[in-house]
């Protein structure tokens, strides 16, 4: 009798769902780094914390960056007045011109002083506008909620990103893990990322979408290559996930 109902279902289109052994991992890792020089001065956060996004975790030095800022507003301030005058003083030029009071020399100078004081004015604007840059590659912030899982630095190290840009620290990515599995390669012709499954962990069904299928083997035996299948999916709020731990990915054989 259960044979003819198994095959009943078969006949009518209904799935049947297939487990692969998984085991869980991180959604995203990621590390942070800077593309401004200095001296760390401050670490904010310790291995194992959580960070909440736009959290400041890392800062550099900011003494030289404080001078120079001042400077520039400085600089910014004197172009400012400079081309403020000569724009009036461009007006009163033309004004005169038209009244033929001036001549096409000293209209033309007129000109060439208010676009050389412009350019100086926008010159001192971008300036500015660099090192504040500067100050904020200064301060490494979290671009998501996260979890520290290691730090590369410590305060009084100097950091130099000439060339390469030198990682700082390590953030997971909190509140969004992955399942890994393998799978052959007839299963993973058969899927698309995107496609819902479901996700075993400490005794708990949770909902998950397909995010990754390999196109490379990992590993290959005598039933054949093997390819990487990955899974997002959210935990249950509180239950705090370690990746490595043991999970069942189940698909549904259609």
Request: net charge neutral.
């Amino acid at each position: 009798m259960r044979v003819v109902v198994i095959f009943c279902l078969l006949l009518s289109g209904q799935s049947l769902a297939r487990d692969l052994q998984a085991v869980t991992d991180w959604h995203n890792r990621m590390a942070l780094s800077t593309v401004a020089s200095g001296m760390v001065n401050r670490v904010n956060v310790a291995v194992g914390e959580v960070v909440s996004r736009g959290s400041v975790l890392i800062e550099l030095d900011l003494r030289q960056n404080k001078a120079e800022l001042a400077a520039a507003e400085s600089r910014l301030e004197a172009a400012t007045q400079q081309n403020d005058e000569a724009r009036r003083e461009l007006d009163r030029s033309l004004e005169l011109y038209d009244r033929t009071m001036l001549s096409d020399h000293e209209r033309k100078q007129a000109e060439i002083e208010a676009a050389t004081a412009d350019a100086a004015y926008r010159e001192a604007q971008a300036k500015l506008v660099g090192i504040r840059l500067q100050r904020e590659y200064s301060r490494v912030t979290a671009p998501f909620d996260g979890i520290v899982e290691r730090i590369h630095v410590q305060p009084g190290q100097a950091v130099i990103n000439r060339f390469n840009a030198i990682p700082l620290l390590t953030l997971l990515e909190h509140g969004v893990m992955k399942a890994v599995a393998d799978v052959d390669e007839r299963t993973a012709a058969k899927l698309e990322p995107g496609t819902g499954v479901r996700i075993g962990v400490r005794g708990q069904w949770l909902d998950g979408k397909i995010a990754f299928i390999g196109i490379q083997p990992m590993a290959g035996d005598a039933e054949g290559a093997k390819y990487r299948l990955e899974a997002s999916f959210t935990p249950m709020s509180g239950m705090r996930l370690r990746a490595g731990e043991k999970a069942v990915m189940r698909l549904r054989d259609e």
